[in-house]
């Protein structure tokens, strides 16, 4: 079976008229990163300041960028859950015996939840004056760029996990023990620099620890410094976007396994 874009959109435009009909959902997959950011980024800012943050950075500057990755995480979640309800109502069966290819399954959710994913963190861009990062227009567009790249990799992450899931509760008990340590070891919420030797090496082949870097680096477009000790920003985004394109892979081979 070909690809089909007709699919495709159709898939992705039903991801956003099922946002409209779950706004709750949404509402506190934003509302609980900006009361975590807010309270402990601003109860540690006070008492807790880990080596590799620029000097004059305070740690709520430092965590912002770790906040909006989390954002994206949560809706990323809540936005490929959609999945194992389908299954439990048979929508999903009756798109499986439609004429067109899991490929085009797959990127109509990913890109319909990647979609959702990209708003939620683009709408938490705004606090970014109050976090103390000015922003330029290049930077915004640079990090509108990251942010497309995050919520698809992220998306397709859950995606894998969601094609295999019978229950939401398993589903949420699994994204929970896979994403929220790699959200951990990205250096959102400390820095590679200092940690010990093994946390080093798990954060240093950690994914989202380059899109974290990347998301860094366009907040602070012409500001070196300020970014801190982390990769820069072109390999950063080649890692990325093969984070992407491997996690869309794997998505549509599980699936393809998960349909036969």
Known sequence: MSFSWPAVLTLWWRELNRFRRQRSRWMSALTQPLVFWLLLGGGLSASFRPSGVPEGTG?????YPGVIVLVMLFTAIFATIAVVEDRRE???????VA??????IVMGQALGSATLAWLQGAVFLILAPLAGIP???????????VLACLAF?????????AWRMQSTQGFHAIMNLILMPIWLL????????GVPFWLEWLMRINPLTYGMAALRRCL?????????????FLPSLIVLIGFGLATFALAVITAQ????
């Open 59 to 63: 740690y709520l500057e430092y965590f």
């Open 90 to 96: 048979g929508f999903l069966q009756g798109v499986l």
């Open 99 to 104: 004429p067109v290819s899991r490929a085009s």
């Open 135 to 145: 922003l330029s227009p290049a930077s915004v567009l640079s990090v509108a760029l």
């Open 153 to 161: 990799g992220l998306t397709n992450l859950g995606l894998i996990i």
């Open 186 to 193: 990205s250096g959102a919420f400390f820095p590679v620099s």
């Open 220 to 232: 602070y477009l012409g500001h070196v410094d300020a970014a801190g000790a982390i990769p820069s």
């Open 257 to 260: 396994r998960q349909a036969s």
